[in-house]
């Protein structure tokens, strides 16, 4: 294990983090909000140590430069832990979140791209700090596609190497040569479509302000607004078209996206993952329609339009509202459960167990069946054109395991401190799919805020654990890693 090489990468990345706190205090000096001295003293704390840690370890040419993948391990689950220790310093400096756990929780769902959120108020707490909320998550929005793309691939991860297989480059492992450039190409993407939602947003009447920071959350599939009331706050018909529409595109895989800016428009249909996923969308959205149609809303436009923004806000993991959804019948709300699971595609800032999984474990299911009828028969499951081999299904079944083994784990936990059945459950399910608000006592008209200190740091370690797709963060307590 190269400690020096590990410091050296996260002073890098501490030091760049910083320097993105340059956007919020530019807000905050155009509002004049009293949080611009907050903000400065996080970037000046964030990019001074990262700067220490960068020179301090900064290995020499003599130095042997390469990582291992147990390294790789360490980099990427450090880096995260790091960004959310350090990304709660406006909260807690400002005195927003006067209280370390509080910040924290905040911090590390931003990050994340969770959502969920301790807040109350927002409508009155300064621009700067809304703004960097809504930020964070599109940093980690970002680093979310870059990892899933082209980091854990290279680690052999929970059965992420799949998105390759049905890439536009068929046969590649990556966009491009290196993850370097990988990386860039995928920034690209991701802020050109963002900037195309920004434009969409302001002429649907938004100011910039708000634009920017629905945007981000919307991208990134992270849910933080600017308001109680989330986007429901604007009550327009076209912005929760816009969003929904930017939300689903969130949930692609993003080297769909590069595919169709190149003019390669027939891959992206020709994806059964994003079959899959457009299928998974429709059918939740029309019978939720027709379940409100039939008990609580007489205009069937309107039982569209909410349960269209809500099915992809629950599936991405993006967690905006546009009304209580609390509120709805049982069927609907189960529906929103079973979505909070599947989540969108590998290789989107999306969370959750994803299609590319589901679609697997189904087909693998069927081949199981048919072997049962045919035991002689040779039939191997398939992800196109292409045979899934065995280990990697495994890879899959395991990451499947350990989900739903952390879901159990947490929801046992979080029922011993005193929540009642559903909170519980539906807040770990929302934690680990990195979904945002779930149902009972954290709803869309509740926040986190009011939950144990204990079940604030579980369920902040299920947010972690989800984004990072179990396997990253979970084989860093098994024994044998640490052994040389």
């Known amino acids: 294990m190269k400690i020096k090489n590990i410091l050296y990468i996260q002073g890098a990345l501490l030091f760049f983090l910083g320097l993105a706190m340059v956007f919020p205090v530019l807000w905050s000096i155009h509002y004049k909000d009293g949080d611009l001295w907050a903000l400065c003293l996080s970037l000046g704390l964030t ?11 900064r290995p020499g040419i003599e130095d042997d430069q390469t990582l291992s993948h147990r390294d790789g391990f360490i980099i990427v689950s450090l880096g995260w832990i790091l960004a959310a220790a350090f990304g709660p310093l406006p909260y807690f400096f400002s005195g927003v979140l006067p209280r370390f756990t509080d910040a924290f929780f905040e911090s590390k769902s931003g990050f994340t791209t969770t959502g969920d959120t301790v807040l109350s108020g927002l409508d009155y707490l300064p621009r700067g700090i809304l703004f960097w909320r809504s930020f964070t998550q599109w940093l980690g929005g970002m680093g979310i596609i870059v990892l899933s793309i082209a980091i854990l691939p290279l680690l052999g991860v929970g059965g992420m190497q799949l998105y390759k297989a049905e890439l536009p480059s068929r046969g590649s492992s990556k966009l491009r040569p290196r993850v370097a450039e990988t990386a860039r190409t995928l920034w690209l993407v991701y802020i050109i479509l963002s900037i195309m939602e920004f434009i969409l947003l302001i002429f649907g009447g938004m100011d910039s302000f708000n634009a920017f920071c629905h945007t981000f959350s919307s991208m990134s599939s992270g849910g933080f607004s600017t308001s109680d009331a989330s986007v429901g706050q604007f009550r327009s018909g076209y912005i929760d078209s816009v969003i929904t529409l930017f939300m689903f595109t969130a949930g692609v895989n993003f080297t769909l996206h590069y595919s169709l800016f190149t003019g390669n428009i027939g891959s992206v249909f020709r994806n059964s993952e994003f079959r899959f996923y457009l299928g998974v969308v429709l059918v939740a959205t029309i019978a939720i329609t027709f379940n409100l149609r039939f ?12 349960a269209s923004f809500q099915t992809v806000s629950i599936i991405t993991g993006t967690g905006f509202t546009t009304t209580d959804y609390d509120t709805w019948p049982f069927f609907s709300k189960a529906v929103l459960l079973i979505l909070m699971f599947i989540g969108g595609s590998a290789g989107s800032t999306t969370g959750s167990i994803k299609c590319l999984r589901i679609m697997l474990i189904i087909k693998h299911a069927y081949v199981e069946l048919y072997r049962l009828i045919h035991p002689h028969a040779v039939k191997s499951v398939k992800l196109g054109a292409r045979i899934v081999y065995p280990e990697t299904m495994a890879s899959i079944w395991g990451f499947l395991i350990l989900y739903l083994a952390l879901t159990v784990t947490a929801f046992i936990a979080l029922a011993s401190l005193g929540l009642d059945m559903m909170t519980s459950f539906s807040a770990v399910a929302a934690t680990v799919g990195n979904v945002g608000p779930a149902f009972g006592a954290v709803g869309p008209s509740h926040t986190y805020g009011h939950l144990p200190v204990l079940a604030k740091w579980i369920l902040s370690f299920c947010m972690l654990a989800g984004r990072l797709e179990i396997y990253t963060l979970i084989i860093l307590f098994i024994p044998e890693f640490w052994k040389k």
């Open 47 to 57: 990019c001074a140590t990262g700067a220490f840690l960068y020179l301090l370890f």
């Open 295 to 306: 008990h609580i809303m007489d205009d069937l436009a309107n039982c569209f339009r909410y």
